[in-house]
């Protein structure tokens, strides 16, 4: 496959490597701005979230914060930890719901093994986070795990 740029003369070009990778990293940083992307289901999730993540070395523990339309506020990488584990406070969590006023969360890690089955440990957190934030009326729509593939909690049943 060959991807195409037009140069200073308006002729069609081969892109090279760096060029693709540059343009695809700008669009990358472009999904999640303020109030532009409406996320109604995992797919839309997994996709604005994945590429966020996709290439830690270690785990992250994010959070997609929404508005009312669930529209994005903001995307927030909430903790970075070690190759298998990152810590995460729920108390962190609840402040930047309050700070952003947000109506909708969705979380997302990553596993730099690549394996995205859920571990107990993340359906505990996620149980634990959602009675948190029910609290303060902020609803939980999915947990994502990115790793080789990107897994959605909702999809998998356990929302």
């Known amino acids: 496959m060959k991807l195409f740029i037009q140069d200073e003369q308006g002729q069609y070009i081969t892109a090279t490597t760096p060029e693709i990778i540059k343009v695809g990293r ?14 109604g289901n995992s797919e839309s999730a997994k996709e604005a979230i994945a590429s966020k993540i ?4 270690h785990e992250v523990f994010g959070c997609l914060f929404l508005d009312t339309k669930h529209r994005i506020l903001k995307w927030v990488v909430m903790f970075q930890g070690t190759i298998n584990f990152t810590t995460v406070y729920p108390r962190e969590v609840v402040k930047e719901a309050l700070r952003l006023n947000a109506a909708a969360v969705v979380f997302a ?5 690549g394996d995205t089955t859920p ?11 959602k009675e948190i934030l029910k ?19 909702s999809d998998l049943g356990l929302m």
Not at 109 to 113: I, Q, R, T
Not at 135 to 153: A, C
């Open 135 to 153: 609290v303060i009326d902020v609803k939980v729509l999915d947990h994502i795990v990115v790793g080789d593939t990107n897994v959605s909690f």
């Open 109 to 113: 890690h990553n596993h730099p093994s």
């Open 119 to 129: 571990s107990p440990q993340d359906i505990d957190l996620t149980n634990k986070l």
């Open 26 to 39: 700008s669009l990358c940083r472009s999904t999640l701005k303020k109030g532009t992307d409406f996320i």
């Open 54 to 57: 996709s290439s830690y070395q």
